[in-house]
């Protein structure tokens, strides 16, 4: 069961808008769209920040959007905040074989 | 406010068993709509999920760990808790328990567990001699 690949960082200036991309096959992001997103703070808990795709939970600034393209989901951040910095996991169903699998993570730096 | 805690022994040998438990407060573990699942972060790395049980007792596992894993819940105590056998340095890492949306795949014509929507603060599981 291999994980869904995420760029290891990526950076932006406050203000601007970054987009993280997870890349899967379609045995997994491509088969569904049950694509979730979870945001990272250091030394902190995961929380939920997208989930079917493009749903954001109560409470998830709407600076947060999700959105699929084949076997490629991604999370764009828009208006960065320096408190946006953190690790950001993709996750995804790959289906009755495979079950559950994460994305190795981005780490998001606000310039 | 629904609350998780995991809890267990925080250093485990070589070739043994880890054990950890998480409680839920603040809700019933036997809500239909639910699955409770466990997660591991080893050292510097990413997120890698486990498995998970619906109260009812059906089970899914990370292939890969499919054959070391046992996730059992108790209704009674609202706890539901983690398994690993034959450990090795390998699996040391931050577990976390955490509750997840029921999902249904038509695909195959039956529940999964889905996204996390609340989590424990996790307990770090150090396995060394």
């Known amino acids: 069961q291999s994980a869904l690949t995420q760029p290891a960082s990526v950076s932006g200036s406050p203000g601007q808008s970054i987009t993280i991309f997870c890349t899967g096959t379609?045995?997994?992001?491509?088969?569904?769209?049950?694509v979730s997103w979870y945001q990272q703070l250091p030394g902190k808990v995961p929380k939920l920040m997208i989930y079917e795709g493009n749903k954001r939970p109560s409470g998830v600034s709407n600076r947060f959007s999700g959105s699929k393209s084949g076997n490629t989901a991604s999370l764009t951040i828009s208006g960065l905040q320096a408190e946006d910095e953190a690790d950001y996991y993709c996750y995804s169903y790959g289906g009755s074989s495979t079950s559950w699998v994460f994305g190795g993570g981005t780490k998001l730096t606000v310039l | 406010q629904l609350q998780l805690q995991e809890s267990g022994p925080g250093l485990v040998k070589p070739s043994e068993t880890l054990s950890l438990t998480c409680t839920v407060s603040?809700?019933?573990?036997?809500?239909?709509?639910?699955?409770w699942g466990w997660v591991r972060q080893p050292p510097g790395k990413g997120l890698e999920w486990i498995g998970s049980i619906h109260y009812g007792g059906s089970t899914s596992y990370n292939p890969s760990l499919k054959s070391r894993v046992t996730i059992s819940v108790d209704t009674s105590r609202n706890q539901f808790s983690l398994k690993l056998s034959s450990v090795t340095a390998a699996d040391t890492a931050v577990y976390y328990c955490?509750?997840?949306?029921?999902?249904?795949?038509?695909?195959?014509?039956?529940?999964?567990?889905?996204?996390?929507?609340?989590w424990g603060q996790g307990t770090v599981v150090t396995v060394s001699s």
């Open positions: 955490a509750r997840q949306l029921k999902y249904y795949d038509i695909l195959t014509g039956s529940y999964i567990p889905y996204y996390f929507d609340s």
């Open positions: 379609s045995s997994d992001v491509g088969s569904s769209n049950l």
């Open positions: 603040g809700g019933s573990i036997s809500i239909s709509s639910y699955y």
